[in-house]
């Protein structure tokens, strides 16, 4: 476990455009790690790349979590942009509430590889929206770029990637690793 916490430790310091600036949010986030991700049918730009936009319905939760506040779009801080609005941060957790049913129910870390149907979507440190509520979990639209590697450029076809979404999951949230 210690080298999984490592790895993504690692794989969060490499996920800048800017200089990054890794730091513990406290209160509520959005956790899009075991998370899968579909089109929206728009861009968003990272570093003035367009990258192809994707959503996440991430479970919210409260706590201590890690952000790279020059990372995604957070613009230096942890402060939300209000009421409505959360940031996917990154916490481990052994156990995260997972569609469709919302149990919290175990989400190993485990990696893959893109394919040219099959890629990963970026979610750190990105805006997401209060959505839903699944029982006693609270989720939120997030909204990231499809295949960025984390410092604003494509990831090819071939990349290795970490996620905690299922294996049947189609472009999980994740990161490439280095």
């Not at 076809?157 to 996620?163: P, S």
Request: glycine fraction near 8%.
């Amino acid at each position: 476990m210690r080298k999984l916490i490592l790895a993504a430790a690692a794989t969060a310091a490499l996920s800048a455009q800017a200089e990054p600036q890794l730091k513990i949010c406290t209160g509520e986030y959005a956790l899009c790690a075991a998370s899968a991700s579909r089109p929206t049918n728009r861009a968003i730009t990272v570093n003035g790349v367009d990258f192809p936009e994707r959503v996440a319905e991430c479970p919210i939760l409260r706590g201590p979590a890690i952000a790279d506040v020059n990372g995604g779009n957070m613009k230096g801080s942890c402060a939300s942009g209000g009421p409505e609005q959360v940031w996917s941060l990154f916490a481990v957790r052994e156990k995260i509430p997972q569609a469709p049913s919302w149990k919290y129910a175990p989400a190993p870390y485990r990696s893959g590889v893109t394919t040219a149907q099959n890629g990963i979507a970026n979610m750190f440190s990105f805006t997401c929206y209060r959505a839903k509520r699944h029982g006693a979990v609270h989720t939120a639209y997030c909204y990231g770029p499809e295949n960025e590697n984390l410092k604003g450029a494509v990831v090819p076809v071939g990349t290795k990637f970490m996620t905690q979404a299922p294996t049947s999951s189609l472009y999980p949230v994740g990161g490439p690793l280095p």
